[in-house]
C-alpha cells in the first residue's frame, strides 16, 4: 500500500504543469517505491517537479476519495502516432507542506475508460457499494478504483500496472505503419481509369477519396477530436462530431442543474452528478434514468 507522502515543498499555484514522461518511467517507477516523503517543487522555468522525477512523484501520490479533493490531475498528452505520454497538472492551490493527492482528468479517463458510478453503486451519502461484490467504501472514487481493478485489492502495482495497459491499449497505432501501407496502397491503385481501392476494387476520381476509402479498411484513425479524444478516419466525420461538442455548448442541453456546467451527452451529465455532487445527485440522477428508460 501507499506509505511515502507526496507534498508541496512550498505553495504551488493552480495550473502549474510537470513535463511530459513516458508510461515506461511510471513503469520504472515501480522497481523503487519512495520511503521518504516526495516533495513537489517548481524548477526555474516554472514547471513542477520532483527529486526522482515527476513520474516517481506520481507513483507515489495516494489517489484522491472523490475529484473535488484532488490537488494534482494525471493527464494523458498523446501525440499522434505515438505512445501516450503523461504530465502532471496542478488543479487547486496547494499551501506549503499539502498533501498532493491524485486523480486523473476528463480525457485521460475516458482512454482508461474509468467506470463511473450509477444509483446501484450509491445507497446514501458517504456509502457507496460495489454492485459485483458487495463492498462498501466512504467515498466514490475508491470504489471506482475497486472496479477497475476488478475488485481486487487497491495497491500501487496493480493500479499502474493496469492504468499503463489501459493507456497503451488506448493509443493510436504507430504512424509510419499505417501510413505507409495507406501511401503504397493508394499509389497501387493508380490507373487509367482512376484510383482504385486494393482491397475492394472501388473506384475513385480521385487520389484523396481512395485515401480515406482504404482507411475504412485498415482501421487507421489519425484524427482526434480536440474535445474527447475521440478518433476518426474521415475529416468530414470529424468535422460533423466537432459541430456537435460546438451545438452544446451554445444550447447546453445537458447542462448541469447544480453548477451549470455544459455537457454533450446526457450520459456525461449522469457521469458529472455523480463525480461531483454525488449527495446532491441523487434526485436528478433518478430523473435522468427514468426518462432514459423512457426513451
Avoid at 86 to 109: C, G, I, K, Q, V
Avoid at 189 to 194: L, Y
Avoid at 236 to 249: E, F, G, M
Amino acid at each position: 500500500m501507499w506509505g511515502a507522502l507526496v507534498l508541496s515543498r512550498r505553495g504551488l499555484r493552480r495550473g502549474a504543469r510537470s513535463r511530459t514522461f513516458a508510461l515506461r518511467e511510471l513503469e520504472d517507477a515501480e522497481h523503487a517505491p519512495p520511503r521518504e516523503n516526495v516533495y513537489v517543487d517548481v524548477d526555474a522555468g516554472g514547471q513542477l517537479c520532483a527529486r526522482g522525477g515527476v513520474a516517481r512523484a506520481a507513483r507515489a501520490a495516494r489517489p484522491a476519495d472523490a475529484a473535488p479533493h484532488a490537488h494534482a490531475l494525471l493527464c494523458a498528452a498523446t501525440p499522434r502516432g505515438r505512445e501516450p505520454r503523461l504530465l502532471l497538472r496542478l488543479a487547486a492551490d496547494a499551501a506549503p507542506l499539502l498533501e498532493l493527492r491524485l486523480w486523473f482528468d476528463e480525457p485521460t479517463l475516458a482512454l482508461l475508460d474509468m467506470p463511473f458510478l450509477t444509483l446501484r453503486n450509491i445507497v446514501a451519502t458517504a456509502r457507496y457499494v460495489c454492485h459485483e461484490c458487495g463492498a462498501q467504501f466512504e467515498q466514490p472514487n475508491p470504489l471506482k478504483l475497486h472496479l477497475f481493478l476488478a475488485c481486487a485489492p487497491l495497491e500501487p502495482g496493480a493500479l499502474w500496472r493496469r492504468v499503463t495497459a489501459r493507456l497503451r491499449a488506448a493509443a493510436p497505432p504507430p504512424a509510419p505503419e499505417p501510413a505507409r501501407l495507406e501511401a503504397l496502397a493508394a499509389a497501387w491503385g493508380r490507373g487509367a481509369r482512376g484510383h482504385a481501392c486494393v482491397f475492394c476494387g472501388k473506384l475513385y476520381s480521385r487520389r484523396y477519396g481512395l485515401k480515406i476509402h482504404i482507411r475504412t479498411h485498415t482501421g487507421y484513425k489519425p484524427l482526434r477530436c480536440r474535445h474527447c479524444l475521440r478518433a476518426f478516419g474521415d475529416p468530414s466525420n470529424l468535422n460533423k462530431h466537432v459541430r456537435l461538442h460546438a451545438r452544446a455548448d451554445e444550447r447546453a442541453p445537458h447542462a448541469c442543474a447544480l453548477c451549470r456546467k455544459p455537457l454533450a451527452r446526457r450520459r456525461d451529465l449522469l457521469r458529472h452528478l455523480r463525480a461531483h455532487h454525488a449527495p446532491d445527485a441523487l434526485a436528478a440522477g433518478a430523473e435522468l434514468e427514468a426518462e432514459e428508460l423512457d426513451g
